[in-house]
């Protein structure tokens, strides 16, 4: 990383000196993250492990562990009771906790390794999970965890998942104006992997900074054409640079103006201050992970929920083929 890219890009950010101050310090000692879990079984009593108090916005279903516990090496976790994210991921995905439950279809453009179509399968609880993941070897990971946190496999007789393996342009030809939440967990400059011990090379590099806003407009704008009319596209990063976040945003907003950003009332603090509509940061300084963005839109054109064709499904699915 380039602690003078770092710099700059602080400089332009806050204008308040301690800040500031307290963003760098996050890169030069970063603090330990605590594992967090998502439970896919009901938690047992007694818990197996220490718990963090929680956050306001925290999902029922989810725990941050006391540093120094390790979920993944329980006996639990191959038996798909959890699955291991970090807490940054929950708070990009809970504007989830605002939309309404048992929806028809939800679709998770960028999907592997998996963790937020699980919040979506657990919160929302929709008759249809289409997870999708470009990359073929990232697909066979995210179809793994599927069926060892037991999402079932979807027929029309059963609720469940199917896996595909679509770029998104052809997704939004397959399956038009289907969806009541389209999740976009966005490839990124990845900028915040750098606190989870990571090499990012290049991260605050205008030039890697404008190749991933230029991905993300290309897959948000497919994405839009998946929403049906009401329905909701939720875009996310794990990265702090804003010509992606804010600027894939407002991208959206001017050529797709049917979209809305919808305030979401339990991430009122976490408002971004480089944003002039409802957008959330959350920033490593603030303790509670390595960082992430999320913005919640709502598509705001009439007309009816296009219907998902079976056949269609079955052509692209992924489920039992990895
Ligand atoms: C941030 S990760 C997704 C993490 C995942 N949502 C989760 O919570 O576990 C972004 C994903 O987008 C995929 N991706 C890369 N290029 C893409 C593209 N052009 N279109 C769609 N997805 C892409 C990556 O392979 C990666 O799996």
Redesign the pocket.
């Known amino acids: 990383m380039s602690a003078k890219l770092l710099k700059k890009f602080s400089d332009r950010c806050f204008s308040n000196l301690e800040e500031k101050e307290r963003f760098l310090a996050s890169f030069n000692s970063p603090a330990p993250l605590h594992p967090c879990i998502l439970w896919c079984d009901d938690p047992p009593d007694p818990h197996p492990f220490a718990i963090e108090p929680r956050e306001p916005w925290q999902p029922k279903r989810v725990d941050r562990l006391s540093i120094g516990e390790q979920p993944g090496k329980h006996p639990a976790h191959q038996r798909g009771a959890y699955y291991c994210l970090d807490f940054s991921?929950v708070f990009a995905a809970s504007p989830l906790l605002t939309l309404p439950e048992n929806v028809k279809v939800a679709i998770?453009?960028?999907?592997?390794?998996?963790?937020?179509s699980l919040l979506a399968w657990q919160l929302l609880h929709p008759q249809l999970l289409l997870s999708n993941?470009?990359?073929g070897k990232?697909l066979g990971t995210l179809v793994a965890n599927l069926k060892r946190c037991q999402v079932s496999h979807f027929s029309p007789e059963e609720r469940g998942a199917i896996a595909t393996q679509l770029?998104?342009q052809r997704l939004a030809e397959y399956f038009p104006e289907s969806a009541d939440i389209v999740l976009v967990?966005?490839?990124?400059s990845g900028q915040s992997l750098l606190l989870k011990g990571k090499k990012v090379p290049g991260c605050f590099h205008p030039v890697t900074l404008n190749r991933n806003a230029n991905?993300q407009k290309r897959?948000i704008g497919n994405a839009a054409r998946l929403v049906a009319p009401g329905g909701y596209l939720l875009y996310m990063t794990?990265t702090y640079s804003v010509p992606e976040n804010e600027g894939v945003c407002q991208w959206l907003q001017k050529h797709y103006p049917q979209f809305q950003p919808i305030e979401v009332a339990h991430l009122g603090a976490y408002q971004s201050h480089l944003g002039q509509f409802p957008c959330y940061r959350l920033w490593p300084q603030q303790g509670l992970g390595a960082g992430a963005f999320t913005a919640l839109f709502q598509n705001r054109s009439s007309g009816q929920q296009s219907a998902i064709s079976w056949e269609m499904l079955q052509e692209c699915d992924r489920f039992f083929r990895e």
């Open positions: 991921s998770d453009v960028c999907a592997a390794p998996g963790g937020k993941e470009v990359v990232r770029d998104p967990d966005a490839p990124c991905r897959i794990c």
